[in-house]
């Protein structure tokens, strides 16, 4: 479904991606992990055409998206949300999942399919409450929706289960395999809880320092000791003597 290739892009002197190959089949959950300035972002706004690549090409469903703006990889069938949730805050639940929907389907249809969004969040009797008054679980929630009322081919997540409590987090990924079981969604996602990455991941590709240095099933790429290295640098090295 997706296929990235040899992947560069820079920052000034800075390299984020060295040359990264990535591939997606149909149906995948893949977790996308790294601490923390790993060109995992960076990878996604690739993909997604918010940054160009210096080099590199990326391909989804068989077709060359690399120079496609935002709106056109997003018509072509790949939808994401962000680390830091982007409601419209001016507008109420429904009408943000109604800019989605309209955005790629038009005029009809559109309410059902956005309060049935809504529905699978359990976001319903949110519906005309403006996003402003939202905790954050439910503003995760309503980006998932948002994305979802789409119908993406991939839907890309991005750290969209930082900062929720026990209980709010079983909840999140109750939803994401409904999304993967149900209605058979292929799925990248980036995160740092580990609980949803070995619980949710078909495969499991880590990145350091823009580069991938793993790509694996979840209890090989656990026990990979350049993986735990890339998390626990000296600490791993003091643990083990």
């Known amino acids: 479904m997706l296929k990235a290739t040899k992947i560069v892009k820079r920052f000034g002197g800075l390299t984020a991606l060295?040359?990264?190959?990535?591939?997606?089949?149909?149906?995948?959950?893949?977790?996308?992990?790294?601490?923390?300035?790993?060109?995992?972002?960076?990878?996604?706004?690739?993909?997604?055409?918010m940054y160009q690549p210096d080099a590199?090409?990326?391909?989804?469903?068989?077709?060359?998206?690399?120079?496609?703006?935002?709106?056109?990889?997003?018509?072509?069938?790949?939808?994401?949300?962000?680390?830091?949730?982007?409601?419209?805050y001016s507008l109420t639940c429904l009408e943000n999942v109604l800019v989605?929907?309209?955005?790629?389907?038009?005029?009809?249809?559109?309410?059902?399919a956005a309060m049935e969004a809504l529905e699978f969040f359990n976001l319903q009797h949110k519906a005309g409450v403006s996003t402003n008054e939202l905790n954050l679980a439910e503003k995760r929630k309503l980006e998932l929706a948002r994305a979802v009322v789409s119908k993406p081919k991939l839907l890309m997540l991005d750290e969209a289960m930082a900062g929720l409590n026990p209980s709010e987090l079983d909840e999140m990924i109750g939803n994401v395999k409904?999304?993967?079981?149900?209605?058979?969604?292929?799925?990248?996602?980036?995160?740092?809880i580990m609980q949803v990455i070995m619980?949710?991941?078909?495969?499991?590709?880590?990145?350091?320092?823009?580069?991938?240095?793993?790509?694996?099933k979840p209890a090989a790429v656990a026990a990979n000791e350049e993986v735990i290295k890339a998390y626990l640098g000296d600490d791993a090295d003091a643990q083990s003597e």
Do not use: C, W
Request: aromatic share 8%; net charge positive.
């Open 199 to 216: 619980s949710l991941s078909d495969r499991i590709i880590v990145l350091n320092q823009g580069l991938i240095i793993a790509d694996g």
């Open 18 to 49: 060295g040359g990264v190959d990535l591939t997606v089949a149909p149906g995948e959950f893949v977790g996308l992990i790294g601490p923390n300035g790993a060109g995992k972002t960076t990878l996604f706004n690739v993909l997604t055409g």
């Open 100 to 112: 989605a929907y309209k955005s790629k389907f038009g005029d009809h249809g559109a309410q059902a």
């Open 178 to 192: 409904r999304l993967k079981q149900d209605m058979h969604m292929t799925i990248i996602a980036v995160e740092h």
């Open 56 to 88: 590199g090409t990326v391909e989804f469903m068989g077709r060359d998206i690399t120079k496609l703006p935002v709106h056109k990889v997003f018509q072509a069938g790949m939808a994401r949300t962000f680390q830091v949730v982007r409601p419209f």
